[in-house]
């Protein structure tokens, strides 16, 4: 791409801004279905545990349980993160 005047660069920064947001926008909506899968699988797995074992939560579960807590947290932390630069990059600073 030949960029010749400033109104060729104008457009080509505001064409790389563009996409951008777009690659952004992407990544939030595949980030969206993220705790609706993960719930799922803690339901899942929140029902083996009832229907196997009558005693109680062992060590183990615990362990499985707040390593879900955790990846649903980053997630939370990354998408915001996310909104955050899609302000920016659409709203300026």
């Given at each position: 791409?030949?960029?010749?005047?400033?109104?060729?660069?104008?457009?080509?920064?505001?064409?790389?801004k563009i996409e951008k947001i777009n690659r952004i926008e992407k990544k939030i909506?595949?980030?969206?279905?993220?705790?609706?899968?993960?719930?799922?699988m803690f339901f899942i797995y929140a029902f083996w545990i009832a229907s196997t074992n009558i005693q109680g939560l062992s060590p183990i579960d615990l362990?499985?349980?707040?390593?879900?807590?955790?990846?649903?947290?980053?997630?939370?932390?990354?998408?915001?993160?996310?909104?955050?630069?899609?302000?920016?990059l659409k709203y300026g600073k």
């Amino acid at each position: 791409m030949d960029l010749n005047s400033i109104d060729d660069i104008k457009a080509f920064t505001e064409i790389q801004k563009i996409e951008k947001i777009n690659r952004i926008e992407k990544k939030i909506r595949q980030r969206g279905y993220f705790p609706l899968i993960a719930s799922l699988m803690f339901f899942i797995y929140a029902f083996w545990i009832a229907s196997t074992n009558i005693q109680g939560l062992s060590p183990i579960d615990l362990f499985v349980i707040a390593i879900f807590i955790s990846v649903l947290a980053q997630n939370n932390i990354e998408h915001s993160n996310l909104l955050k630069e899609l302000f920016e990059l659409k709203y300026g600073k």
